[in-house]
């Protein structure tokens, strides 16, 4: 088992910045990557940004060029450092761990992007 407790969500004007941090507990060692998606009112939830074990990454092409994952792996820790946010970046955003072939999920925390 895996457990995921995300942190950092808040409400922030366009063009500013926030920083997500998804701290994993448990099996971690059985991890192979771990990401963060996001799902706005009446839409699917979309992977944002992914990073492996061995440090590769993966970003959505709306976020690219704005958006960082990075990990901490002495402190477990995911983070998704996003710059100049746009209104439809508004989203609850989950933290996902994949330790395959299952997949454990954050409790999600909201981030709200005004105009």
């Known amino acids: 088992q895996v457990q995921l407790v995300e942190s950092g969500g808040g409400l922030v004007q366009a063009g500013g910045s926030l920083r997500l941090s998804c701290a994993a507990s448990?099996?971690?060692?059985?991890?192979?990557?771990m990401g963060w998606y996001r799902q706005a009112p009446g839409k699917q939830r979309e992977l944002v940004a992914a990073?492996?074990?061995?440090?590769?990454?993966n970003y959505a092409d709306s976020v690219k060029g704005r958006f960082t994952i990075s990990r901490d792996n002495a402190k477990n820790t995911v983070y998704l450092q996003m710059n100049s946010l746009k209104p439809e970046d508004t989203a609850v955003y989950y933290c996902?761990?994949?330790?395959?072939?299952?997949?454990?999920w954050g409790q999600g925390t909201q981030v709200t992007v005004s105009s």
């Open positions: 996902n761990a994949e330790s395959y072939p299952l997949q454990y």
């Open positions: 448990g099996s971690i060692f059985s991890i192979n990557a």
């Open positions: 990073i492996t074990s061995g440090g590769s990454t």
